[in-house]
């Protein structure tokens, strides 16, 4: 009686241990999918006009990493881009990825190079907009300095607002 009474406690046991490593190994591969394209725009009073965030780590091994872990604080006002330099092997594997806000000066550095003292390819981005540094450059066709035009002009921004809140005002009110 004792002896099937342990050996049931046993196949619970590990029938629960299971489950937990079940669920475990769910929530880790969960946990890869995340959609880092679908951040939702912070809620906060922004502290200057045109402020902006950006992802931000500091030689954080992979873009999945740097992206999960990345602090959430507006960019110094004297910045307008984000800059992303990402460090791999020749077989494409990252050692290295460095995400930050930064300057118009320390975006004229973006591109590829290789290094041959450490064997190791650097890729540098820039772009420009609220969190826009998502993806991490691999090769010359992504390692650019993205700028964004169309609202950038003096005033032609709230120029076309004033237009749209006009037009829109006026359309209430022949109704």
């Not at 091994?61 to 006002?77: F, H, S």
Request: proline content about 3%; charged content about 15%; overall charge positive.
């Amino acid at each position: 009686m004792y002896s099937n009474s342990m050996s049931l406690l046993y196949h619970m046991l590990a029938v629960v241990a299971f489950f937990q490593i079940l669920l475990i190994s769910g929530n880790w591969i969960l946990a890869k999918n995340i959609n880092f394209y679908n951040v939702r725009l912070p809620v906060d009073p922004t502290p200057y006009p045109s402020s902006f965030k950006c992802f931000t780590c500091d030689n954080v091994v992979d873009n999945y990493n740097c992206n999960r872990w990345a602090e959430d604080k507006w960019c110094p006002q004297n910045t307008q881009y984000c800059l992303t330099v990402h460090h791999f092997t020749s077989h494409g594997r990252s050692t290295s990825v460095t995400k930050k806000c930064a300057t118009r000066e320390e975006c004229h550095f973006v591109g590829c190079r290789h290094h041959k003292e450490t064997s190791y390819m650097e890729c540098i981005s820039c772009c420009e907009g609220m969190i826009c540094n998502v993806d991490i450059p691999t090769n010359q066709t992504n390692a650019v300095f993205a700028v964004v035009h169309a609202w950038r002009t003096s005033g032609s921004g709230r120029q076309v607002m004033s237009t749209l809140l006009l037009v829109l005002v006026t359309a209430i009110f022949m109704l």
